[in-house]
């Protein structure tokens, strides 16, 4: 089967950024980056990414989509809104998170994540290591960051991470990144990350992609 095929299939499917999916309009300043870096801590945690959109969506519509407004929240403010999202399994500790990672953002890089990206001077291991240091952002909330910021920070692009390639594999295709980014062709990293990564989660993408590109 065509690799270029199966790409295509893919993305005209899955083409959608993660970020895209929980309304965040992603630009290069602080609302949206700070938005993507809660949407990514959600995103995270061993829950299905279906519930973790819908818990960024519920805390955004609560007002919380600033760190300054993440800090003043409650706890039981956020833990409500989460809830609402249907995020209840992890939602107290989330919660706790959101708070004390909100109040790092603010402490440290004035609440704008610009300055974090500036800190890490082109660096993506230095970018991962920084975001680590957030409350509730391990080696997987730093990835799914990495993964999205990318269509507006270019340092980690192309930046196509293991739960990427893992999807690769599931629909046959090459799992070393310069080969699939080739053949992608105009494709932005983003959204074949994005989608790669729905192939890893989701054994029914893999089947409808394969099943249409024949």
């Known amino acids: 089967m065509a ?11 899955e083409g959608r950024t993660y970020a895209e999916e929980a309304g965040i309009r992603l630009r290069d300043t602080p609302q949206p980056l700070y938005r993507l870096l809660v949407l990514s801590c959600l995103l995270s945690a061993r829950i299905r990414s279906s519930t973790a959109l819908a818990a960024a969506r519920a805390l955004f519509e609560a007002g919380f989509g600033s760190p300054r407004a993440m800090a003043d929240a409650t706890w039981q403010q956020r833990v409500d809104a989460l809830g609402r ?3 209840r399994r992890y939602d107290e500790r989330t919660s706790t998170q959101l708070g ?12 704008d994540l610009r300055r974090l990206r500036k800190e890490a001077d082109g660096d993506v291991g230095e970018l991962d290591r920084l975001l680590q240091k957030v409350p509730g952002i391990g080696p997987a909330g730093a990835a799914i960051f990495l993964r999205e910021v ?8 192309p930046y196509l991470d293991g739960k990427a390639l893992s999807g690769a ?10 080969q699939l980014l080739k053949r992608a062709g105009d494709i932005e990293p983003a959204v074949l990350a ?3 990564v729905r192939a890893a989660l989701d054994k029914q993408v893999v089947e409808e992609c394969l099943r249409r590109a024949g």
Request: charged residues 30%; without cysteine; aromatic residues 6%.
């Open 169 to 178: 594999r599931r629909l046959g295709l090459p799992d070393d990144p310069r």
């Open 3 to 13: 690799v270029d095929r199966v790409v295509r299939e893919l993305t005209a499917a």
């Open 150 to 157: 990318q269509r507006v920070w270019p340092e980690p692009a």
């Open 194 to 196: 994005a989608a790669l």
């Open 100 to 111: 004390d990672g909100a109040r790092l953002v603010l402490d440290r890089w004035g609440g």
């Open 85 to 87: 999202g249907g995020y």
